[in-house]
Nanobody
């Protein structure tokens, strides 16, 4: 059974940085999967943040994080990362990693597996 575990969340000041990790297990390789990061702030719907597809199909981002966040993956470690720089108060949310979606998907309903989430709080 596929399991995704996020880590790296925490409290950071405006303008600071955090790196989230998502460790995947339960399958020999995740290198052929599209994986993504989503977030959900209190009282708001879950929204797409960033995605990464396989075999050179690249990375893609929500406009709100473009230029500040970088998604990457280490397929040898079955781990995906989200480097978050220049954090803003509006980035405060629970961040979820997800996997098994069509190439370049940004729709949460299209992702099959989800982690439990990690809290990111940006204080002003």
């Amino acid at each position: 059974q596929v399991r995704l575990v996020e880590s790296g969340g925490g409290l950071v000041q405006t303008g600071g940085s955090l790196r989230l990790s998502c460790a995947a297990s339960g399958r020999r390789t995740f290198s052929f999967d599209t994986m993504g990061w989503f977030r959900q702030a209190p009282g708001k719907e879950r929204e797409f943040v960033a995605g990464i597809s396989w075999a050179g199909r690249g990375t893609y981002y929500a406009d709100s994080v473009k230029g500040r966040f970088t998604i990457s993956r280490d397929d040898a470690k079955n781990t995906m990362y989200l480097q978050m720089n220049s954090l803003k108060a509006e980035d405060t949310a629970i961040y979820y990693c997800a996997s098994d979606a069509p190439v370049r998907s940004m729709a949460s309903a299209e992702y099959k597996y989800w982690g439990q989430g990690t809290q990111v709080t940006v204080s002003s």
